[in-house]
C-alpha cells in the first residue's frame, strides 16, 4: 500500500536462483526485432532495467547495474557495466561476462570495483579482470558497505528470529505447521522467520575481508535494515570510520504491527556503545490503545512529536561528519506522512528540518561551498559564510519528480522542470556535479549527468511557496533501451487541470493512442492510482504501463485525485478516513471531464483499472458508477474492509485509514462512514463486467479480498474472471506471469470495450 522506494530490491528477492546454463543461455541486452511500430509485452520485457550505479572516488568512471529478462527462462540477469563520468557516458563497456548475477557495484578505489554475486562480496579491475571472493560467508551476504578508509565493512546478513513464530521441535524435522504467538508474524509476501543484522568486518590488504565479525545489534530481536523494501541505504558510515548510523524500529508484535515509529541510532565502533539520536535517554512511549487511530491518541501530542514517533530513516554524515541528515515523519502510524528533511548536529543534539511544501523522496550532500555569500542571510539575520555542503534532495509537486537544493540558510532552490521523474541522485565526486536516474510515462529509467548552477542569490523574488528558481544542465549518459524505443511509436501525453465538485482542480494526465488519428473516437481507460498516497507522476512501470495502454488503442485518462502528495499536504490528507468520499468524486469529474470535452474520447466505451487502493476504488466505484463503465479490471484491491483491517499485516495502516476497528461501538464518524461504503456491501448494485487479479502471497491485501469480488460478482450472474497467481506478491514479477498479466488485461477490455 505504500510509496514503493525500492523497487528494485524486491525484484531481486524474486528472482530463481541461477540454474546451471551454457554460456549461450545468458541472458543478455535483447536485439528484439518488432514486427509493428506498437508497443508489446514482449517489448516492455525485452528492456534492460537500470538500477544501483556509483561514482568513482576521483569521478572519472561510473559503475551501474542493469537486470535483463528471459521470458523463455522465466527469470533475469543482473549485470554490470562502467562507463566514463562526461556528459555522453562514453566508452561503456559490458563487466559482467557469466551467467551469475553481479549485483550492488560499488568503488574500493579507483581502479576496483566491489560487488555481490553468489552471496558473496568479489571485487575486479575496472576492466573486469581480476577476480577475486573477498568474504566467505557461505553465501549469506545481503548487501554490505566499505568504511570510507576501506578497513572495515559493514555486510547484511539473516539471522533466525523466532520471537514471533515458535521454532519447531527438532525431532520434527518434516513438520510444515508453524506456532504463531503474536502480530507480524507475516510481512509483504514472506513468514517472518527470519531478520537481517548488520555486521561488521575487519579488511586487510587486497581488501581480504576476515571472519572475525560482529552483529552491532547482538541479541537485539529487531529488523535492521526494516522490512519488507530497507536496505544498505538505511545505514551509513561516519567520515571518520568509527561510527555507524542506521535505522531501527525496536518493536517486535503488537507492537511493531501498531507503530511506524523508527529511530536513527549511533554505533561506537571501539565502545560498542549505542544512542538514539531522535529521543532523549529514558525516553518511554505513552500508552495507546492498538486499534484506534493514532490522530486522536496523546501517543501524537504536541510534546511527543519532538522525539520523532514517526519514520525516521536513510541517514548520510555530512563529508565534514558535524551532521546527519535523514528522513523523517512525524506523527507515529501515519505511514504517508509528510517526508521532512532532519538535519542533525552532532556537537549540539540539535534538529532542524528544511520547510517544504511536500514529501522528499532522496537526498545526498553537496559540496562546500567555502565562499560567502552577501545575498544568503542566515534566520537569525546575519550575514551567514556558507563552509557547510549544501542538501540536494528530489521531491514531487504536481505530478512531476523534480530536483531541489537547500541551502545552510534553509533557502530552497527549484533546478530541473518538465514532464519527468528524478528517481535518485548522488554526487560524482568531481566538483558540483551529480549523477541521477530519470524516467517518464513515456521512457524508462535512463542515467543522467547532472551540473547544478554555480551561484544561488535569494536577492530575487521567491514564488508563493518560498521556492527560487536556479538552473542545472543536464545530459543523458545511458541510453539502455534506445534500440527499442527507436522501433516504436509512442502515444502522445497531455495534461488538463479539471474542476472538483468542492471547488477545486485535480492534475490529469491523458495519454493518447499511439495510432491516433484526427477525428477518430477510442475506447478509454480511468486509471485508479494506488498507495492511497502515491502520486499520479511521469512513472514508467513494467505492469501498468500507460505506453502500452496507448498501443493497444485505448485513451488513459489518469487524475491526481485528492489524497495524492505533490498538492499540498491538506490535499493528501483528506482521503484518511474518507477513502469513498472527495477522492471518488474525483474520479468521476475526471472521467465526465474526458468524456464530454475531449473530442477523442468515445463515453460509450469507458472502463475502470487499478490496482491496491486503484483496486479498491474499482469495487468502489462498480456499485456508484451509474453506468458510465463498461468494464473493469482490479489488481489486489481491498473488497471487504472490515476483513481487510485484521487480515493486513502492517495494522497501523488500517487503524490510520479507518479510524478505528470494526468492532468498536459507538463507532467515530469516519469509522462508521467507511465500514457502511465498503464494496462487498453495495454488491447489489454491481452490474458491469468485472476482471479481479491477485497474487496469493500479497500479505498486504489477501488475495481471498479478490477471490471474493469474483465470487460475488459470478453469483450475481454479472460476467467476471479471477487471474490469481500462487507464486506473486502485491506486485508481478516473473516475466512469464507479466506477459499472461499483460494479455489478459487487453482481452478482456477488448472483449467489453471493443
Request: hydrophobic fraction near 35%; glycine fraction near 6%.
Amino acid at each position: 500500500m505504500k510509496k514503493l522506494l525500492t523497487f528494485v530490491a524486491v525484484l531481486l528477492l524474486a528472482m530463481p536462483a541461477t540454474s546451471k546454463t551454457s554460456e549461450n543461455d545468458v541472458i543478455g541486452k535483447s536485439n528484439i526485432k518488432l514486427t509493428s511500430r506498437m508497443m508489446t509485452p514482449e517489448a516492455l520485457w525485452a528492456m534492460g532495467r537500470i538500477s544501483s550505479y556509483e561514482a568513482s572516488p576521483d569521478g572519472q568512471h561510473v559503475v551501474y547495474q542493469v537486470g535483463y529478462y528471459s521470458v523463455k527462462q522465466n527469470k533475469s540477469h543482473q549485470v554490470l557495466y562502467v562507463m566514463n563520468c562526461d556528459s555522453k557516458g562514453s566508452n561503456q563497456r559490458l563487466l559482467t561476462t557469466g551467467s551469475k548475477n553481479e549485483t550492488d557495484p560499488t568503488w574500493l578505489d579507483n581502479e576496483t570495483i566491489a560487488f555481490i554475486s553468489g552471496g558473496e562480496i568479489w571485487s575486479m579491475k575496472l576492466d573486469g579482470t581480476d577476480r577475486k571472493q573477498l568474504s566467505k560467508t557461505d553465501g549469506q551476504v545481503e548487501g554490505f558497505k566499505f568504511s570510507p578508509d576501506r578497513k572495515k565493512v559493514i555486510i547484511l546478513k539473516s539471522i533466525p528470529f523466532h520471537e514471533v513464530i515458535k521454532e519447531n521441535p527438532s525431532d520434527l524435522p518434516k513438520a510444515t505447521g508453524r506456532r504463531v504467538t503474536d502480530l507480524m508474524y507475516r510481512h509483504w509476501d514472506h513468514y517472518v522467520e527470519s531478520i537481517q543484522h548488520p555486521f561488521v568486518a575487519t579488511v586487510s590488504d587486497g581488501f581480504a575481508i576476515g571472519s572475525d565479525m560482529f552483529d552491532i545489534l547482538d541479541g537485539e530481536p529487531y529488523e535492521c535494515p526494516m522490512e519488507p523494501f530497507g536496505g544498505i541505504e538505511q545505514l551509513a558510515w561516519s567520515p571518520d570510520s568509527k561510527t555507524i548510523a542506521y535505522t531501527c524500529r525496536k518493536k517486535t508484535g503488537l507492537e511493531y504491527s501498531i507503530s511506524t515509529d523508527s529511530d536513527i541510532y549511533l554505533y561506537d565502533i571501539a565502545t560498542k556503545a549505542t544512542r538514539n539520536l531522535c529521543k532523549p535517554a529514558g525516553y518511554v512511549a505513552p500508552k495507546c490503545d492498538p486499534t484506534v487511530t493514532l490522530r486522536v491518541q496523546a501517543v501524537n501530542s504536541p510534546e511527543n512529536l519532538k522525539n520523532n514517533v514517526g519514520y525516521d530513516q536513510n541517514p548520510q554524515f555530512s563529508p565534514d561528519g558535524k551532521y546527519i541528515a535523514w528522513l523523517s515523519m512525524e506523527r507515529d502510524g501515519y505511514e504517508a506522512d509528510l517526508n521532512r528533511l532532519c538535519i542533525y548536529e552532532l556537537a549540539t543534539g540539535e534538529k532542524e528540518y528544511v520547510d517544504w511544501k511536500s514529501d522528499v523522496d532522496a537526498f545526498c550532500w553537496g559540496p562546500y561551498e567555502g565562499r560567502a555569500d552577501k545575498d544568503v542571510k542566515a534566520r537569525s539575520g546575519k550575514k551567514y559564510t556558507l563552509t557547510s555542503p549544501r542538501l540536494y534532495f528530489l521531491s514531487v509537486w504536481e505530478g512531476c519528480c523534480n530536483m531541489y537544493t537547500v541551502l545552510h540558510s534553509g533557502h530552497v532552490f527549484q533546478l530541473t522542470e518538465g514532464w519527468h521523474d528524478w528517481t535518485s541522485l548522488q554526487m560524482a565526486n568531481k566538483g558540483n556535479v551529480l549523477i541521477a536516474t530519470q524516467q517518464s510515462l513515456s521512457h524508462p529509467t535512463d542515467i543522467y549527468y547532472v551540473q547544478p548552477s554555480g551561484r544561488f542569490s535569494v536577492s530575487a523574488k521567491a514564488s508563493k511557496d518560498k521556492t527560487y528558481k536556479a538552473s542545472a544542465e543536464t545530459w543523458q549518459m545511458t541510453h539502455e533501451n534506445d534500440h527499442i524505443l527507436d522501433q516504436l511509436t509512442l502515444g502522445k501525453m497531455e495534461q488538463y487541470w479539471v474542476p472538483t465538485t468542492d471547488g477545486k482542480k485535480e492534475l490529469v494526465w491523458v495519454m493518447l493512442p499511439a495510432n491516433y488519428k484526427e477525428g477518430k473516437k477510442y475506447p478509454t481507460l480511468l486509471f485508479c492510482e494506488g498507495g492511497p498516497q502515491s502520486p499520479v507522476s511521469q512513472f514508467w512501470s513494467y505492469r501498468w504501463n500507460f505506453q502500452m495502454m496507448a498501443a493497444n488503442g485505448y485513451v488513459v485518462v489518469a487524475p491526481n485525485r485528492h489524497g495524492l502528495p505533490g498538492f499540498g499536504q491538506e490535499w493528501k490528507e483528506e482521503i484518511s478516513g474518507d477513502w469513498t468520499g472527495q477522492c471518488m468524486q474525483d474520479y468521476l469529474a475526471a472521467i465526465d471531464f474526458a468524456a464530454d470535452s475531449l473530442p477523442y474520447v468515445d463515453r460509450n466505451r469507458l472502463g475502470a483499472v487499478g490496482a491496491s487502493f486503484g483496486g479498491f476504488s474499482v469495487y468502489y466505484l462498480a456499485g456508484i458508477h451509474e453506468k458510465r463503465f463498461k468494464a473493469f479490471i482490479a489488481h489486489d484491491g481491498a473488497f471487504n474492509l472490515a476483513a481487510m483491517y485484521t487480515e493486513t499485516e502492517e495494522n497501523w495502516f488500517s487503524n490510520w485509514e479507518y479510524d478505528e476497528a470494526y468492532w468498536h461501538r459507538p463507532q467515530m464518524p469516519n469509522a462508521k462512514k467507511t465500514y457502511h461504503d465498503s464494496p462487498h456491501k453495495m454488491v447489489e448494485k454491481w452490474d458491469t463486467p468485472i476482471l479481479c487479479i491477485h497474487g496469493e502471497k500479497d500479505y498486504r491485501i489477501n488475495y481471498t479480498q479478490g477471490m471474493s469480488a469474483f465470487n460475488a460478482a459470478r453469483m450475481k450472474g454479472i460476467p467476471a474472471e479471477f487471474l490469481v497467481f500462487p507464486d506473486e506478491n502485491h506486485w508481478v514479477l516473473k516475466p512469464q506471469n507479466g506477459i499472461l498479466w499483460q494479455r489478459t488485461f487487453f482481452d478482456w477490455l477488448d472483449r467489453w470495450l471493443k
